[in-house]
Structure formats: structure tokens, C-alpha cells
């Protein structure tokens, strides 16, 4: 093919795909706008996830008619003018690259007005202001096709601010418009990129609307805690707040801190903002959640907002437009910092776990088999109907001979073949070389079936043994694949064990976990989860499947990551064990040897449903020679 120039308008949708991938990037886009022109009140309203209307209303310092023409340009803003502007940038945009994007894939129609300068506004003779409508020239309007200006025309705007409608996004980029998500998934990323924004801003309002639902509304706060706790249906006294100046580095550091009580399956109520833009740092997650393990048992994360300030020159942001990862230079420091400042605050002032009456119920399986500090509860543990010997009807050796599978999947052997000195059972030997592993697969079962339990290491792994072989068992990942295999044969067979709650859990919801809920409700309860709508933000759980002890976790699991409502009930019911297990249970010799025997039971008992070994068996030989006996 020869080498041609493309078009402008091909470049044009290329370069939009780079900005604005999808309904959620516009809406970013248009928010930090929105911010940087000065709003202190942002409306977002949203019809199909996007697809059928973006809407967005702002009270900022408007868009006078000469830059109306100029917004859609490639490069055009009024950010930065030259290299040195961007070496001290302080607003979110500065490539000019967003309004020239998105006009390139949507209809766009933006309406703005500029403060009214009241020398042309003028006092009629009868005292009453002259109605500015239209005719001050503050107000106007822009309607752009596919990056053409349709029209340009003085309009009538009550107050300052810009309005900005978009519609048929993506209608000249049909590809882009065919990957886009299901509605949930596309508006659960829209709240993911707006609600940042209002954490970060509490003083600020911001709405957001899907249709004819509101999802998230929420009034200038008093503080960041309010704002925080508001936003994220949570308690403002389970959060604590501090900040310091990090001379070193000239920067500050402010953070927003939840205590034990806030404990989350999963990591998605945690934010960090280096000069105002939400940002994703694998580092600082690492480290502060590193921090939290010191409060909180595994398993669990906690809340938080960390907002650094540090001098522009130290960043570098002009990465890739839709990563958020920014580099900071000397982040090593800086995470050093944040670190003890973390240990500082939770240890200073984080409270003991409170629990009511009502939340006893709910509280998560771990929080009973933690040491000490937590209250002990009526409810049976899981590792009572997992593992306890009596509640099954058949003794321990009758059980070995009636589960004893005939047909077993392989295990994982270390033996005289396999030297793993340098990394034991890493996953590449095994995955790779499964066959020649896995050959002695019956052996395997058993010699495992008649192995002995010999103890525990640190709670997590069984250890079990027989003349010529030692068995470890990953405590964890056994109970996960025995748990899965039984709540799947439960709903391939239509019959889910299900506990009715006398009362119910009430589990106040997150609006991306909201919008998940509202459309897989139905699809939960085919699992034996059944719920009902409590108030705008709360749902009652009315029915949890007797194997998923910790329903509130495996819940909130379900609700956030992949869109529920597309999953088969497989996955889910691989998700919901995944998020139901506790690990660190010390089992007595009955208990262990009741978990090995339901293991051998499994289909596929070697593995978990996410594919790590369960079991690995380390061969007399293989010691041997690590001790450099042979
Ligand atoms: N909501 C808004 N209020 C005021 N001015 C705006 C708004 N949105 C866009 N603008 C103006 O349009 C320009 C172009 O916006 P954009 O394409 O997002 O580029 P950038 O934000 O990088 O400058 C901005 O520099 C700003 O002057
Ligand atoms: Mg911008």
C-alpha cells in the first residue's frame, strides 16, 4: 500500500478513540472541564449508559462566543500556552484534545454563558433590569455533527455556567460502538470515574442521574469524612482524618482514613489523588493496604482517600490520556512517608471494632476467628458444616471408602524427576509440565487418601504424610474447591440449601454496587440469594445458600468486577465461594482428615475453581536432596 496522509477526519476519529474510549471517558473528560472552569455544582444525567444521551450542566465560568469557535479545534485550550505552563500545571486539561474527540464521534450541542457584564445589561426606566436572554450576547450555542459546526446562535441561558448535550456517541465509529458493555457495566464505570471527583471536592454538589434514577446526589459537605461517608453509604464515624507536610519533598499529604470497622472484600473503595486527578498507583495501594493488615485480619481491605500535593515539576502526568498512572519521581520516599504516617493514624486514634446486635449477623465469617478483639457469635462457622465429622452421617472410614472417586483428576508431585530448588511448585512447572506431573494422578488419590495428618503449618497449610511421601494441603484453596463443587452440584441440580434469614441482613450498598444489584437481583436468586429493596441505597438479603457463610462478602464480591447479569451460575457460584472461605482455622485431627476425604470426593479435587494446586505432594527423594543425601 502507498504511504497517504489520512484524511482530518479519519485522524480526528482516531485520535478520539485515544481520548474517549467510552460514555465513561467522556464523562471524565467533561467533569474535569467542568472543575476547572470553577463549578462548585455538576450535573451529569445519562440515558443507556451513554449511548443514547450525556448530559451534563455546570455553573463554572462559562464560554464566551469568540472561544466557542476555537473549543473544537485539535490543541485548542485555554489551559496552557507554552512549556512552561505545563511545568506548573494546576488544571486537569491542558492537551485540548477532549471537545475536538468527542465531537468527532457524537452530536454535540454545548450551551454557555459568560457573566454579564452589567454595563451592557443596563436599568430600564422602570427600575427592573433589562431581560439579558439572548440578546447580552453572555449566551450561546454551538451544534456540532461528526466534527462539523452545524450552527452557531445566541441562546437563552438563566445562569452561568455551560450545558453540554451529547448524543449518538460513537454513531461514526460503529466498532467502538459494538464493544461498548452491557448498560450495567458501562454505568458502573461511569460512577467509578465520577465519584472520585465528588470525594475530592466535598464542598462541591455533584448529581448523577441514569434516566429516571438517581445515582448519586449528593450536597455540599461539611468535610471530607461527611463527603466520603455520604457518598459511599458508610459511617462518618468510622473514618479519621489527617494531613502533614512533607518538607522534604515540599508536598502534602492528606488522607482520609476508614478504622476496623469498614472491612471490603474486595479493594474498590480506595482512592488516591496526586494534585487533584485521581490517579491509580500500584505502589501506594500496596503499601497503605500493607499497613492495614496490622488492624485487619486477611482478606479483607479497608476504605481510604490519599491525596498528595506535591510540586507539579516532581510529576510527570502527560502519560498516555486515559491511564491514570502518574510518575512520581521520588516516590520511593514518598511511599515511605505515606507508610508511617498511616501506621501513625490508625495506631493514634483507629477505633475497636464496634458491633451492634443487628450487624452481629452480618459480620464476616473472618471476624470470629480472628484473635482476641473480635466478639465471638452465635452463628455456626463454616468450618463447623464444612469440616465437622458429626454433622455428616457416615464415620470417618466410611467416608474415606463410600467418597473414594473413581475417576480423579491429577495432583501435584515433587518428586525424583522434579527439582524445584529454586522456586518449589512455581506455577510454570506445573502448568507446563502437567502431563508428566500429573501421570501417577491415582497414585496420587491414594496414597493421599491413606496418608496421615501430622499437624499444621501456620494455619494454613495441612500437612499430611505416608511411608515415602509428605502431603501439603492449602487449607484455603481445599475449602474453596469443595464448597464449589458442592453449592454447583446444588444448583445444577435445582436444589440450593437455603437459609430464610428470621431477620434479615441489611447491606447498605455502594451506587456502583446499586447499579450492579438492580439489574442481577433476579439472577441472584436463581443462586438461593434472594433480596429485596430496602431504601434508596440498602438491601435486605432475605435468603443466603446455607454454604456461603459469609454472604455479605460474597455479595458485595458478585456486585462489583464483572457484570453479574451476563455470568453463568458456575461462575457465580465460583465467585461466591471464592469471597465465602475463612482461612486460618486451626483443624483438629478429625477435622483435617474430614476435609482430606470431602477433597477426594471433588470431581477435581487437585485444583481450585481458579486453577491453584490444592494439594502438593513432596516425595521422600526430593527431600533427600535438598539435604544433599543423594
Ligand atoms: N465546562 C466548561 N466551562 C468552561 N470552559 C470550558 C468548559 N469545557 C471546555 N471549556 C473550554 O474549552 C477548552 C477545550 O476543552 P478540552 O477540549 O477539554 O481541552 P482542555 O481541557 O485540555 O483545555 C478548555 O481549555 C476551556 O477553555
Ligand atoms: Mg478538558
Known amino acids: 500500500m502507498p504511504v497517504l496522509v489520512l484524511a482530518p477526519d479519519v485522524i480526528a476519529k482516531i485520535a478520539a478513540g485515544e481520548v474517549v474510549e467510552r460514555p465513561a471517558s467522556v464523562i471524565k473528560e467533561l467533569v474535569e472541564n467542568s472543575l476547572d472552569a470553577g463549578s462548585t455544582n455538576i450535573e451529569v444525567h445519562i440515558k443507556d449508559a451513554g449511548k443514547e444521551l450525556i448530559h451534563i450542566k455546570d455553573d463554572g ?80 450555542e454551538i451544534h456540532l455533527q461528526g466534527g462539523k ?47 472520585p471527583y465528588a470525594l475530592l471536592y466535598p464542598q462541591k454538589r455533584f448529581v448523577l442521574t441514569h434516566g429516571e434514577r438517581s445515582l448519586i446526589d449528593l450536597k455540599p459537605a461539611f468535610s471530607a469524612i461527611d463527603r466520603i461517608a455520604d457518598a459511599l453509604n458508610l459511617e462518618s464515624k468510622d473514618f479519621i482524618e489527617t494531613t502533614q507536610e512533607f518538607v522534604e519533598l515540599n508536598s502534602r499529604v492528606r488522607m482520609v482514613l476508614s478504622n476496623i470497622n469498614v472491612q471490603r472484600p474486595r479493594r474498590d473503595l480506595q482512592f488516591i489523588f496526586v494534585n487533584n486527578r485521581p490517579v491509580e498507583s500500584k505502589n501506594l495501594s500496596f503499601n497503605l493496604n500493607d499497613i492495614y493488615r496490622l488492624i485487619l485480619p486477611p482478606g479483607v481491605y479497608p476504605a481510604f482517600l490519599l491525596d498528595i500535593q506535591i510540586d507539579p515539576s516532581e510529576v510527570d502526568v502527560n502519560i498516555h490520556p486515559t491511564k491514570r498512572e502518574v510518575r512520581i519521581r521520588q516516590e520511593a520516599r514518598l ?24 450487624e452481629d449477623k452480618a459480620a464476616p465469617m473472618h471476624q470470629r476467628s480472628a484473635p482476641g478483639a473480635w466478639p465471638t457469635n452465635s452463628i455456626t462457622s463454616p468450618e463447623q458444616i464444612v469440616f465437622n465429622p458429626m454433622s455428616s452421617p457416615n464415620s470417618e472410614s466410611s467416608i474415606e471408602s463410600h467418597f473414594l472417586p473413581t ?15 529454586p522456586a518449589l511448585g512455581r506455577s510454570s512447572h506445573w502448568q507446563t509440565s502437567e502431563t508428566s506431573l500429573f501421570k501417577n494422578a491415582d497414585n496420587m488419590q491414594d496414597k493421599f487418601a491413606r496418608a496421615r495428618y501430622i499437624g499444621s503449618f501456620i494455619h494454613k497449610y495441612l500437612i499430611f504424610e505416608t511411608d515415602q511421601s509428605m502431603f501439603l494441603v492449602d487449607q484455603h484453596a481445599a475449602q474453596e474447591r469443595i464448597m464449589f463443587e458442592k453449592f454447583e452440584n446444588q444448583i445444577n441440580a435445582g436444589t440450593i440449601e437455603i437459609q430464610h434469614l ?126 544433599l543425601r543423594i
Open 502 to 627: 428470621l431477620t434479615p441482613i441489611l447491606l447498605k450498598l455502594t451506587p456502583a454496587e446499586h447499579i450492579a444489584w438492580e439489574e442481577s437481583a433476579q439472577q441472584l436468586k436463581t443462586v438461593g440469594i434472594e433480596t429485596t429493596a430496602f431504601d434508596d441505597d440498602t438491601i435486605a438479603i432475605q435468603t443466603q445458600p446455607i454454604l456461603l457463610k459469609n454472604i455479605e462478602n460474597a455479595l458485595r464480591v458478585l456486585l462489583s468486577g464483572d457484570d453479574i447479569a451476563r455470568c453463568d451460575r458456575t461462575t457465580i457460584a465460583r465467585r461466591a465461594c471464592k469471597a465465602s472461605i475463612v482461612s486460618g482455622d486451626r483443624l483438629d485431627v478429625s477435622q483435617a482428615a474430614y476435609q482430606r476425604n470431602q477433597l477426594l470426593a471433588c470431581k477435581d479435587p487437585f485444583t481450585c475453581p481458579h486453577g491453584r494446586p490444592t494439594v502438593v505432594e513432596l516425595k521422600e527423594s526430593f527431600l533427600d536432596k535438598q539435604f
Open 61 to 140: 465560568c462559562g464560554i464566551a462566543k469568540d472561544d466557542l469557535e476555537q473549543i473544537f479545534q485539535r490543541h485548542a485550550t485555554s489551559k496552557i500556552s507554552n512549556m512552561e505552563d505545563l511545568e506548573k500545571l494546576a488544571s486537569m486539561g491542558f492537551r485540548g484534545e477532549a471537545l475536538y474527540s468527542v465531537a468527532a464521534v457524537s452530536d454535540i450541542i454545548l450551551r454557555s454563558k459568560t457573566p454579564v457584564i452589567p454595563a451592557k445589561a443596563g436599568i430600564q426606566k422602570s427600575g427592573s433590569p433589562i431581560k439579558t436572554f439572548g440578546n447580552d450576547n453572555s449566551a450561546w
Open 407 to 421: 475417576e480423579k483428576l491429577g495432583g501435584h508431585t515433587i518428586g525424583d524427576n522434579f527439582d524445584t530448588r
Open 149 to 195: 459546526r452545524l450552527d452557531l446562535k445566541p441562546t437563552a441561558l438563566s445562569a452561568q455556567g455551560t450545558e453540554i448535550k451529547i448524543t449518538q456517541l460513537f454513531y461514526n465509529t460503529p466498532a467502538r460502538r459494538k464493544f461498548l458493555k452491557s448498560t450495567t457495566a458501562e454505568m458502573q464505570q461511569i460512577v467509578n470515574v465520577f465519584l
Open 335 to 358: 511511599v515511605s512517608f505515606v507508610r508511617h504516617l498511616t501506621e501513625y493514624t490508625l495506631m493514634q486514634q483507629g477505633q475497636a471494632k464496634t458491633l451492634s446486635a443487628d
